[in-house]
């Protein structure tokens, strides 16, 4: 039977095909979903066309597809979700949370320190950022698998970014408002992006919105530590034996890897059924196949 109240997805940006480590991070997503009987969509992140290479949305839907992880319901895609930024950012705008920002994004390290705090958009002209003023408080993160963390909004957030210079909308105004309309519950994805959760957070209560629950994995290295990314130039997962790399992955987050079955479809029913959370290791994994 399913649950109606657990909607878990995998968001990738389509900057590149799936390497081993996005990979690692659909795939907990989706045993995660599956374990709850719940619901699991995929989002394409296309916010950011300068980054991003055309072919990506469809090799990374046959790389899924390949492996098995089919995901319910139509893709959707964030290039198709304009107007609702737009909508959500007038709203912050009526609330009086934003500033613009002429900072050169060059010139700041560490958290932003509020330069631009008193400029207001009437009496700016030049190209400016929007960020979000914030006011001093702590935000907590129960994290499925990190546990309980803590973040001071001046000294670990700082106002962020929720439109950017170019005029594009910002990651984190972007993904909050899609968990919100795609009702997702639940948020499993890698531990690069646990920094950006309290800025999630903060924009959905900003805004009314419900905050999902919240899953970091541990990251993927190279032998040196170095976190596996297009930067990096990670290979691309191996489609032609899907079962290898499925058993990998499985591996990188503690669980069996189901060396009986025989298809993927049978791995992956499998796996889903013995998902285990407490199983998925705390450190970093290093793969260097
Ligand atoms: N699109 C983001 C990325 O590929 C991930 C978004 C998310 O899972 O929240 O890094």
């Not at 950022?129 to 546990?147: P, Q």
């Not at 903060?202 to 993927?220: F, K």
């Amino acid at each position: 039977m399913e649950n109606a109240s657990y909607i878990g997805r995998f968001a990738p940006s389509p900057t590149g095909p799936l390497h081993f480590g996005s990979l690692v991070a659909a795939l907990a997503s989706y045993l995660d979903a599956r374990n709850h009987d719940g619901t699991w969509l995929v989002r394409i992140e296309d916010l950011d066309p300068p980054r991003e290479s055309p072919h990506a949305p469809g090799e990374i839907l046959s790389q899924l597809h390949a492996c098995g992880l089919d995901w319910d319901q139509e893709v959707m895609y964030q290039s198709t979700r304009i107007d609702a930024y737009k909508a959500h950012l007038n709203k912050m705008a009526d609330q009086n949370v934003l500033y613009p920002c002429i900072c050169p994004r060059k010139k700041i390290s560490g958290t932003y320190p509020g330069t631009c705090r008193g400029r207001t958009f009437s009496t700016t002209d030049k190209p400016y950022a929007i960020r979000l003023k914030l006011r001093h408080r702590s935000v907590t993160l129960d994290d499925l698998f990190v546990g309980k963390i803590s973040y001071d909004t001046e000294t670990d957030v700082g106002d962020f970014i929720v439109r950017r210079k170019d005029e594009l909308f910002a990651y984190q105004l972007a993904v909050i408002v899609d968990d919100c309309e795609q009702e997702v519950s639940h948020v499993i994805r890698g531990a690069d992006l646990l920094s950006s959760t309290p800025r999630q957070i903060l924009i959905a209560e900003q805004l009314s919105l419900p905050v999902p629950r919240y899953g970091h994995l541990p990251l993927v290295v190279d032998r040196n530590g170095i976190k596996l990314s297009k930067q990096t130039h990670a290979l691309p997962i191996d489609t032609s034996s899907p079962l290898r790399t499925l058993r990998f992955a499985l591996q990188v987050l503690g669980q069996d890897t189901q060396d009986r079955a025989t298809n993927t479809k049978q791995l992956l029913s499998n796996a889903s059924r013995q998902w285990n959370r407490s199983l998925v290791p705390k450190e970093n994994q290093v793969h260097d196949k």
